[in-house]
C-alpha cells in the first residue's frame, strides 16, 4: 500500500495545473473587497472562513449592490448547491472514516480539488486514497490565502480605472468554457442570463441571482426530460 | 447585521452544503436523474452573475450600445470555446477589454 504522505503529494502534483487561474481569482477578490469598504482583517476572514471563490465574489457583488443579508446568504447558499453534487460522488469513497476525517475534508471539497480526486478514487482502491482530495484541497488552500493577502496589499496600488472588476465576469465565464458546447447547456445559459439582466432592476430584494438559477434550473429539468422520451 | 456575522453566515451555509452529503448520504438517496440535474447548477448560476455585470452598467441601468464590455466578452467567449483553457478565457477577455479602451 502506498504512503499516506505520497498520496498526499500525489494530489498537490495533479490539482498544480489548475491553480493558475486561482492566483488572478484570488488577486481580484482582494483588490475587490478592500475596494467595496471592507477592512483587511474582515477580507482575510472571508477567505480563512468562506473558503471559496464563486461564494465570496458573489458575497462582493450582491454587498455592494446593497442587498439585504438575508439575500446574499441565500444566494451564496444557491451558489454552492453544486458542493451537494460533489459530496455525493465522492462520498461513497469516504463512507469508512471517522467523522472528524469527514469534518475536515468537508472543508477542502472545492471545485479543483473534487475534479483531479474524483478521477483519483475512482481508479485505485487503497483505504487512505483520501489523502488525495486532502493534497488538492491543502494546496489550493494555500494559494486562496497568499494571493488574497496579496492582493489586500496591491489593493489601493491598482488604479480604478483599469476596470478590474470586469475580471469577475470573466472568470464565471472561463469556469463554464466546457458547457458551451452543449445545447442544453447554452440554453439554460441564455435563460440564467437574460432572467438576471432583465430582472435586475424589477425582481426584489436583489434577489435575481436565485430567480435566474431556478429558471436555468426547471429550463434544464424540462429539455433533459424531454431528451430522454424522445 | 454586521459585517463579520454575515461572513460567518457565509462560511456557515458554504461548510454544511460540502458536509450534508459526505456525513449524512445514503447511496439510494442520489438517483441519476438528481446528479443529472445537478449537474446543471454551474450552467444555472453563473449565467446571473456573468450577465448583468456585462450588460448593466455601474449607475444600474441596460446598456447595449457603447459598451466594450460586451465585445470583449464575445471575444473571450469564442478564445474559450476553441482552446478550453480557463486562463486563456479570462486574459484573452481583459486584454481585449483594455484595447478597447485604452487604445481604441
Known sequence: MKSSFKIFLKGIIDVSPLMIPVVPFGLIFGVLAIDIGFSPLETMGMSLIIFGGASQIVLLQLFSGGASSLVIISSVGAVNSRHLLYGAVVSEHLSDLKLIWKIIISYFLIDQAFAISNEYLKKNKNNNRYFHLVGGGATCWVIWQSTTLLGIILGSAIPEKLGLSFAVPLTFLALLVNDFRKLINVVVIIISGLVATLGYNYIPFKAYVIVAALAGLVTAIILTKKNKTK | ?104
Do not use: H
Open chain 2, 1 to 104: 447585521m454586521s459585517n463579520w456575522a454575515l461572513i460567518i453566515y457565509c462560511g456557515l451555509i458554504t461548510y454544511l452544503t460540502r458536509f450534508t452529503m459526505i456525513a449524512l448520504i445514503k447511496k439510494e438517496m442520489f438517483n441519476d436523474r438528481i446528479r443529472e440535474v445537478l449537474s446543471f447548477v454551474p450552467s444555472a448560476i453563473f449565467p446571473a452573475i456573468i450577465f448583468p455585470a456585462i450588460f448593466i452598467n455601474d449607475s444600474g441601468s441596460f446598456q447595449l450600445e457603447d459598451n466594450p464590455k460586451i465585445i470583449a466578452a464575445i471575444i473571450a467567449m469564442v478564445i474559450g470555446i476553441f482552446t478550453r483553457s480557463i486562463i486563456a478565457t479570462i486574459f484573452s477577455g481583459l486584454a481585449s477589454y483594455w484595447f478597447l479602451i485604452f487604445v481604441i
